[in-house]
């Protein structure tokens, strides 16, 4: 299989296949629900983001090989600011006793905080949100006005070694160090005096074991951004054009050169049996070094699916949908990904509204998945 590499939001449609369409989508993945009233009671997941995603809320530190439980795993050595931002966060219940804070995870460019409203509040969210913003902004402000002393006080310093070289040095050692604790990267003021992008993102959960799932996964945060670190490759999103096909991809775009390819395509109408029988022959078939590409539709091919990223084999996935920015896989795929046994692709561009499967997308993926094995 050869194919070429382009940047990323490279050719749109220029399949081999005639009648490739679009999928069909519906308005979802929206920042707020349309229908929910976010006063009331309910669990809430918000994200916020720094302006430009400057990095100046502290370092990631920590051995990945270890949990994050451990006291030298992965985790977030927080700056100056980032303190002052916790310290809103844990301080939003003394202006709203309604709220409780269930988990918080601060990371260099942005804040997770897991919160929960347990009696109606008397304003929206928002204005909750917009109030810990404010309060942020303050501390960023006297983070940048320490920023500017210290630069004016090391001039000085500059200055003033033309007829005390000795005791500026010393001087210089002492404004170093101090520059180094609150100083910001340049241009990260983004606009002026605020710390956060506009708006935020939010999450009403609404089923259970969500809840669970979402502090392990905020708190798990440090230690998936050193991975993704360490192996940026394989997580970067680009745009290749294999089988004749633009496509977007993640993941090791080695696997398309394996010696052994096979497509996963499992009937949903054949017997018990049979299927079995299929799902063994390309588990074996992946054993012994062989890549499984599918879309992964039916619940047969899900099962292989599963099986082979549990067992730590090499799969292609197909997706119906492209990449977001700052895109990052999920769960199995993660660890998958980070290994090195797993790649990424869409034929389609990114959308930010749900995607309906159609019969006929179905068929194009798998299609594709031929093409790609051959």
């Known amino acids: 299989m050869k194919f070429s590499l382009k940047t990323f939001g490279g050719e749109g449609k220029n399949s081999y296949l005639s009648g ?20 009331q009671p309910r669990i809430y997941m918000l994200t916020l983001t720094t302006e430009g995603r400057q990095p100046v809320l502290g370092t990631l530190v920590g051995d990945v090989s270890l949990p994050t439980t451990d006291p030298n795993g992965p985790c977030l050595l927080p700056s100056a600011l980032g303190e002052a931002v916790l ?36 304003v929206h ?12 902004n303050r501390k960023w402000r006297e983070t940048q006005r320490q920023g500017e002393t210290t630069q004016r006080q090391g001039e000085t310093t500059q200055r003033q070694s033309r007829w005390a070289p000795d005791q500026a040095a010393k001087q210089g050692e002492k404004q170093g160090t101090d520059q180094g604790a609150c100083r910001v990267p340049d241009g990260s003021a983004g606009r002026k005096g605020l710390l956060w992008e506009q708006g935020y993102h939010d999450r009403v959960l609404s089923g259970q074991g969500q809840l669970q799932r979402l502090v392990d996964y905020i708190r798990e945060n440090p230690r998936r951004s050193l991975v993704k670190r360490q192996h940026a490759g394989w ?74 990223l549990q067992e730590g084999l090499s799969v292609v996935k197909l997706l119906p949908n492209g990449f977001a920015p700052f895109y990052k896989p999920q769960g199995s795929y993660f660890e998958a990904c980070a290994e090195g046994r797993l790649l990424l ?11 309906v499967l159609t019969r006929g997308v179905c068929n194009y993926l798998n299609v594709l998945a031929a093409r790609l094995a051959e």
């Open 20 to 39: 490739m369409e679009r999928n069909e989508t519906i308005p979802s993945y929206k920042r707020r629900m349309n229908d929910w009233d976010y006063s």
């Open 345 to 355: 692709l869409s034929p389609y561009e990114y959308t930010t509204q749900k995607v």
């Open 125 to 136: 969210l928002g204005q909750v949100v917009s109030g810990f913003k404010a309060g942020c």
């Open 87 to 122: 310290q809103e966060v844990d301080g939003i219940p003394r202006y709203y006793p309604q709220i409780s804070i269930i988990a918080r995870q601060l990371m260099p460019d942005h804040l997770h905080i897991l919160l929960y409203v347990m009696h109606p509040l008397p």
């Open 235 to 308: 997580f970067h999103a680009t745009t290749i054009t294999a089988a004749g096909t633009s496509l977007h991809a993640v993941g090791n775009l080695q696997l398309l050169q394996a010696l052994q390819r096979r497509a996963v395509r499992v009937s949903s109408r054949i017997t018990e049996e049979e299927r079995s029988r299929q799902q063994q022959e390309l588990l074996g078939a992946a054993r012994e070094g062989c890549v499984l590409i599918s879309p992964f539709i039916s619940s047969g091919e899900r099962f292989v699916e599963e099986a082979a």
